[in-house]
Nanobody
Framework: QVQLAESGGGSVRAGDSVTLLCKYSRSVYQMAWFRQLPGKEREGIASIDTDKIVQNIRSLEGRFTISRDDVKNIMTLQLRGLRPEDTALYYC??????????????????WGQGTQVTVSS
């Protein structure tokens, strides 16, 4: 079992930056950040494996940066230049194995409860 706990969300203004944290109980190969916009399905933002290889969706690349520290067991997501359309519930996810379709929620066995980010204009 792997426990995941997100933190760092909150209410911010457009243009602000936020750093989300995901504390995990033990390191597993592949981890990712997802978000769920109001009324939408969860979508993958970025993933990172134990070799620190990053994959992310192009539309958010440059504004969102993923990283992980397997000594502290913390994965982070830095969000910069936030926009009202970034308002969502942000989740971290993990799986023991390499996931070919890293952006699909079905690929991940372990999930956190999510942390809300609300961006006002």
């Amino acid at each position: 079992q792997v426990q995941l706990a997100e933190s760092g969300g909150g209410s911010v203004r457009a243009g602000d930056s936020v750093t989300l944290l995901c504390k995990y109980s033990r390191s597993v190969y592949q981890m990712a950040w997802f978000r769920q916009l109001p009324g939408k399905e969860r979508e993958g933002i970025a993933s990172i494996d134990t070799d620190k290889i990053v994959q992310n969706i192009r539309s958010l690349e440059g504004r969102f940066t993923i990283s992980r520290d397997d000594v502290k067991n913390i994965m982070t997501l830095q969000l910069r230049g936030l926009r009202p359309e970034d308002t969502a519930l942000y989740y971290c996810a993990a799986d023991r194995n390499w996931r070919a379709f890293w952006y699909e929620e079905i690929e991940y066995k372990y999930w956190g409860q999510g942390t809300q980010v609300t961006v006002s204009s």
